[in-house]
């Protein structure tokens, strides 16, 4: 299977077009680069507007990593659920947070600028709007802590791109490149597991508001983790017999929390690996929530078409997952994911064309987009048999 049959052709006109196309890229690029320019467009009142975007956004390029790193030192600090029992002063903070006050005060202000706390009065501070929202989000708050293994990963981005065989992400994914995932033991697989239950709240519930169930009858979750998913479609759908199919070490964590949740009698657990072994069959709605992205397409593309083989003929797929490419979104899928997937070893992000096109091939008859709450966080494909 060729990798590259799946990656979309850049947008770019051809014939004459693509003449014009390039001059006015290399007149753009002049003049952008052009000190001269900068000067005028700064100056000049109808582009000063224009200009001063331009800049700050630049500097946020170069500057994110210290923005991602006074995040994580808030919350390596607790800082979030201390002010969540209202404003503190410096003084106060500093004493909880076991910081000098210059350092509490340097981090606050820092904060404060990023909107993650806000100053209330003379020396005392709250959480701000972003703050309090990711307090109300514990997936982001972990996911972030988890973030420590990419920035090591991302010390050397060169050294990365051009050699990612071992890497810190890679050694916790640890499925990725495992020759035989299926006889991975539970220690190595819990604190994945944990981490993809806990940023799954969001995901599970825009799922379930985006496609109703209430026409089937048996749903199968392929890669469900530890039944996170499988729980919040039973509390939605109570008719429905759920199944669950991950690697051994993985399903028994998925048979205990089920358990512990009274779901056992609704629901089955099913070991093995979902590339080397044929698909339990019976289900009329097969789901593959944060799964394909993790893989390569040859693999992908034997899923896919192992889904469609368990389906029966008037089967659906669900295939939810971030795509590259979403609107209002494009670092989000092509920067972000990008560079953590390959520094995991393992996957690319691809937009909804290339998924529609690869269901297709695997023998789905339709494909089509579901709207989602949040389509930077996840877009839903249905596809039929």
């Known amino acids: 299977m060729d ?17 014009w196309h390039r001059r006015w890229l290399d007149l753009r690029n002049r003049l952008l680069a052009s000190s001269r320019f900068q000067r005028w467009v700064a100056g000049f009142p109808l582009t000063r507007p224009l200009a001063r975007r331009r800049a700050r956004h630049l500097f946020d390029l170069c500057a994110g990593f210290v923005y991602s790193q006074i995040l994580f030192a808030c919350i390596e600090l607790d800082l979030f659920d201390l002010l969540a029992e209202g404003p503190l002063s410096v003084c106060d903070l500093a004493g909880r947070l076991g910081l000098p006050e210059p350092a509490t005060r340097r981090l606050l202000k820092s904060a404060e ?39 090591r990963d991302l ?28 006889c991975l033991e539970t220690g190595s697989t819990r604190d994945y597991t944990a981490l993809m239950s806990d940023s799954q709240g969001l995901v599970s519930s825009d799922i379930l508001d985006s496609y109703s169930m209430e026409r089937h009858r048996r749903l199968l979750d392929l890669g469900g983790g530890n039944g996170t998913f499988l ?14 199919f991950d690697l051994p070490a993985v399903v028994e964590q998925a048979r205990e929390r089920l358990a512990r949740e009274g779901l ?19 289900a009329d709605l097969i789901t593959l929530v944060r799964v394909v992205h993790d893989h390569d397409d040859g693999p992908v593309m034997g899923l896919l078409r192992a889904a469609r083989q368990a389906l029966p003929d008037d089967g659906t797929l669900l295939l939810a997952e971030p ?3 979403t609107p209002g979104a494009e670092p989000i899928g092509e920067a972000y994911f990008g560079f953590y997937l390959w520094a995991m070893g393992s996957g690319r992000p691809r937009t909804c064309q290339e998924l529609t096109a690869m269901l297709h091939q695997a023998g789905f008859s339709s494909v089509r987009e579901v709207s989602t709450r949040r389509p930077l966080l996840m877009r839903l494909l249905v596809a039929r048999a």
Request: charge should be negative; aromatic fraction near 8%.
């Open 3 to 19: 990798p590259m049959q799946y990656i979309e052709p850049a947008v770019v006109p051809g014939g004459w077009v693509a003449g």
């Open 113 to 151: 600028s990023l909107e993650l706390v806000e100053r209330t009065a003379a020396d005392h501070y709250a959480l701000g709007e972003l703050g309090a929202a990711l307090r109300g989000n514990p997936g982001i708050v972990e996911m972030v802590r988890h973030h420590a293994m990419l920035y």
């Open 155 to 182: 010390a050397d981005p060169v050294g990365l791109l051009r050699d990612r065989r071992s890497t810190h992400l890679g050694a916790y994914w640890a499925y990725a490149d495992s020759a035989a995932p299926e």
């Open 231 to 244: 729980a919040a479609v039973a509390a939605r759908w109570p008719h429905l017999d759920l199944r669950l």
């Open 264 to 282: 056992a009698a609704r629901t089955q657990a099913i070991g093995g690996d979902l590339f080397r072994d044929t698909l339990p069959s019976g």
């Open 323 to 325: 795509m590259a490419g």
